[in-house]
């Protein structure tokens, strides 16, 4: 085939940090039906590759320009043009129309990597903030001390750094979780295991990637504030994060994107019965905290039943409205899929907090952290949901109230 056009933002489009580069390029034969139906998948590399594997001609798709970005700057944006000098040779990949279809494939695996991209900006974000956070004296202890002391003593700083660490394990291990159930979909001998996990991945995935996103941007901002002044100042590299971050609920579909999916195919196309099996997991946790019974895990059951139950609030209407009041059920989607990371996030910190007390005694500095972090998330972040909740249930009809001309 050749291929004719041009194709915008495509990362690694041109480097030179290797002979040859292959672009997988969706594009339309001459006779294609209409839309998505119409889209196939073409291998086509810079340099063609003769028979005997070494580099051939030069092909004609050029990059003409690098784009200037707020940040990943060591990441080149390409703008490839394709086939201005007769055409570049293309490749079918599989069978013409079906593209979408292969590119899907690639995409879901993208999803996924992109919510561990956002733990791992947050994460560093987060090891800088306590590295400043101790080095930084500023103000007296208040609770009297004899001259000034580390910020990291003053309780506002140890609420940022609690929320920063509180996201980022509760991302993790929620992604950790995903990734198993990715594992066992493919690997359980159970034909039945093997439907559930995967349709307990499939809920993950937007999760995982808006959740995380969302939370990396939240986690790098408070990573600057931590540097108050100097986290402005390029010097520190915390505002690298941020910038860096900012990306993340962008690409490989935005935030909105994966708020429809959480909502359209993975909510409201099965009935909400993930979602409900999701609820009675946390329920299950919810008895495993209740015969624990020390003082962190009481205070724990206690916002994670209340969430659970704001949870299931938002499912119920969702499925229930969906049909009927579809641009009111949608208005709340950013707010579902947050509310959704929350109490699945707060979960797996409390199966975190149970399994260390279980296990105290082989570190305690460690597993104290632990307990300390999963009760800090349940008690300061987990309360969110009764708010998202509610604007999931009673704001639909003002978010959409103003015609476009209002605004
Ligand atoms: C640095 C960078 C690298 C990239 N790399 C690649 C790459 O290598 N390959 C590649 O193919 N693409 C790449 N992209 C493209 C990227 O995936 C898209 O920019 C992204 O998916 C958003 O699409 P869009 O820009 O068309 O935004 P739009 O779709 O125009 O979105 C604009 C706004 O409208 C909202 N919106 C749009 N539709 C809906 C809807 N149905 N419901 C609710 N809200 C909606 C969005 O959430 C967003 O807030 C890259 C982009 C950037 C910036």
């Not at 996103?213 to 010097?235: D, K, N, P, R, W």
Request: hydrophobic share 45%; with cysteine.
């Amino acid at each position: 085939y050749l291929v004719s056009g041009q194709k915008i933002y495509i990362t690694y489009g041109e480097h030179d940090m290797a002979k040859n580069i292959v672009h997988l390029v969706l594009a339309r034969t001459p006779d294609a039906p209409e839309g998505v139906k119409g889209i196939s998948l073409f291998v086509v590399p810079k340099f063609l590759v003769n028979a005997d594997g070494s580099l051939g001609e030069r092909n004609d798709v050029h990059c003409i320009s690098i784009e200037h970005k707020l940040g990943i700057k060591a990441s080149p944006t390409a703008v490839l043009q394709f086939g201005d000098h007769g055409g570049a040779t293309g490749y079918l990949v599989g069978e013409e129309n079906r593209g979408l279809e292969y590119m899907f494939v690639m995409m879901n695996a993208a999803r996924f990597a992109v919510g561990m991209q956002g733990i791992a900006v947050a994460e560093r974000a987060y090891q800088k903030a306590v590295q400043y956070a101790k080095d930084r004296v500023q103000s007296r202890d208040l609770a009297g001390s004899p001259g000034p002391v580390a910020i990291i003593h003053q309780p506002d700083v140890k609420r940022m750094l609690m929320t920063m660490r509180g996201y980022i394990e509760a991302s993790r291990a929620l992604a950790y979780y995903a990734a198993a159930a990715y594992d066992a979909q493919h690997a359980s001998p159970d034909e039945a295991s093997r439907k559930q996990s995967q349709a307990v991945y499939e809920f993950l995935v937007p999760i995982v990637k808006g959740f995380s996103t969302e939370m990396s941007i939240e986690v790098a901002s408070l990573g600057v504030q931590v540097h108050g002044g100097m986290g402005f100042i390029e010097e520190t590299g915390a505002a690298q994060h941020y910038r860096d971050a900012r990306i993340l609920t962008i690409y490989e579909g935005t935030t909105a994107i994966q708020a429809n999916d959480l909502i359209g195919r993975k909510t409201v196309r099965d009935g909400g019965a993930t979602a409900k099996l999701f609820s009675e997991k946390i329920q299950q946790t919810e008895k495993d905290l209740a015969s624990s019974g020390t003082a962190d895990a009481k205070a724990a059951l206690k916002q994670l039943t209340a969430a659970r139950i704001a949870f299931e609030s938002a499912v119920e209407f969702i499925v229930a409205n969906s049909k009927t009041d579809v641009k009111a059920v949608y208005a709340g989607s950013f707010a579902y899929l947050r509310l959704c990371g929350l109490i699945l996030g707060a979960w797996q910190m409390a199966r975190a907090l149970l399994a260390a007390q279980e296990l105290r005694a082989g570190d305690p500095n460690f597993y104290d952290a632990k307990i300390a972090t999963a009760r800090f998330f349940a008690e300061n972040l987990l309360p969110q949901s009764q708010a998202l909740a509610t604007s999931i249930l009673e704001s639909g009809h003002s978010t959409n109230a103003l015609s476009a001309e209002q605004f």
